[in-house]
């Protein structure tokens, strides 16, 4: 039969973390797994601004009739200044709503594998476990360089320049823009600088994957490395999502941008964009997008929003800050990154310890997510990395 070809497929790791954790009845267990905002209470609640925008929907919201394969265009139209920055230039940037982040870069990929079959896309390692899978099933050639030494907890910025010197011209470049998943390590902004010089003297193609602005340093912090490579670059790809940042998950709400230097060219890879949307999703799914939409077009409901963001990462800031505090030596990197997620330097047997013995669960690679910690579970599990080291 057909399907005996098949080959059995592992759940995928992260995500089996959810079920793991939901199953494990030891009270004071600790979620450092999947990326998501958690209160000091350990709940990812809706924000207060989508709970309004939402009971807005339900009031004002007179039909459900199909949007087309663009979604949202006022949803992709609200968000470009948060992203772009207020006063970009905004006329050559073309954008369609895509579910999630990851729908965002799944149509990437296609894009550009529609320009170019078998194009190469350079990707730093360790990156997001789902990011090689889902470019390298569009078609994608994957070329890889190691971004971060884990142990010595720096980024090694020597072999992403080397790489990028090697890359040639029309390769892809995917580039996380802020919060640096798994590593939290992030560029500073000289080498953000070096690194946008680069691709444009190179003529490389950067894919900037934006999925959690406003939880670095700030939402115009966030999307600088972006804005300078913009500069330099002749035509870029955005790939964003509104899942953290408006704790919409599971609505699944994301972007796809790409900038061209020409405007003719922008609408020509539009109508691309168009067309590879319909055989995967048809049309994104609304809700989500109709929520930050509505939100974004709410100065009050911004506010509020922008507010609750900003106290959110400052709660992680003050996790990272009482971890490298409480271990100043194993943890101290801790401080200077940004974003959920830290790597830290222990080992797949270190981590599977912790969840037997300590019930702390986080990604076998030592992502953890510490957004799950609070200042009170903080001192246990210093005590928990310590008795597996
Ligand atoms: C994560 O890295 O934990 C999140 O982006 C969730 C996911 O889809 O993997």
């Not at 199909?66 to 954008?95: C, H, Q």
């Not at 296609?110 to 997001?128: D, M």
């Not at 799914?285 to 939100?295: L, M, S, Y």
């Not at 959110?312 to 200077?336: H, K, W, Y």
Request: hydrophobic content about 45%; charged content about 20%; some cysteine.
């Amino acid at each position: 039969m057909l399907f005996d070809g098949l080959k059995p497929q592992a759940p995928d790791a992260l995500l089996a973390l959810i079920g793991m954790f939901a199953a494990d009845p030891r009270e004071g267990k600790i979620d450092l797994g999947v990326g998501v905002y958690r209160d000091e209470t350990g709940a990812t609640p809706v924000f207060r601004a989508v709970k309004a925008a939402e009971a807005k929907l339900v009031e004002t919201q007179s039909s459900k009739s199909y949007l087309g394969p663009e979604g949202d265009i006022r949803f992709t139209e609200l968000l470009k200044p948060i992203v772009f920055g207020a006063g970009a230039d905004t006329s050559s940037i073309v954008g369609v709503q895509t579910p999630g982040g990851t729908g965002a870069l799944r149509l990437a990929a296609e894009l550009i594998a529609s320009a170019k079959p078998k194009a190469t896309i350079w990707l730093g390692t360790p990156t997001w476990p789902n990011h090689p899978p889902t470019f390298s099933s569009a078609g994608l050639t994957l070329a890889t360089y190691r971004y971060f030494d884990q142990a010595a907890q720096h980024i090694r910025f020597d072999e992403m320049m080397d790489a990028l010197n090697r890359a040639e011209t029309g390769d892809v470049v995917l580039l996380h823009g802020c919060c640096h998943n798994p590593t939290g390590a992030n560029l500073t902004s000289a080498q953000w600088a070096e690194v946008a010089a680069i691709v444009g003297k190179r003529g490389l193609l950067p894919l900037v994957d934006l999925a959690y602005q406003g939880l670095g340093g700030g939402l115009d912090e966030d999307s600088a490395g972006l804005r300078m490579v913009m500069e330099a670059a002749e035509d870029v790809i955005i790939a964003y999502s509104c899942d953290k940042n408006f704790g919409l998950y599971r609505d699944r709400v994301g972007a796809l941008y790409v900038r061209a230097k020409q405007k003719a060219r922008a609408e020509l890879i539009l109508s691309n964009m168009l067309a590879l949307a319909r055989p995967n999703w048809s049309m994104p799914p609304d809700h989500g997008a109709a929520v930050v939409r509505t939100i974004l077009e709410d100065a009050a409901l911004t506010a509020d929003w922008r507010a609750e963001l900003t106290s959110m990462r400052e709660r992680i800031t003050t996790v990272r800050e009482a971890l490298a505090a409480g271990d100043s030596n194993f943890l101290a990197p801790i401080a200077q990154q940004q974003g959920m997620f830290s790597l830290l330097p222990i080992s797949a047997e270190q981590v599977a310890t912790l969840r037997k013995d300590h019930a702390v669960y986080m990604a076998g690679s030592g992502r953890a997510n510490l957004a799950g910690l609070t200042l009170k579970t903080v001192p246990k599990f210093i005590e928990a990395l310590k008795a597996v080291r």
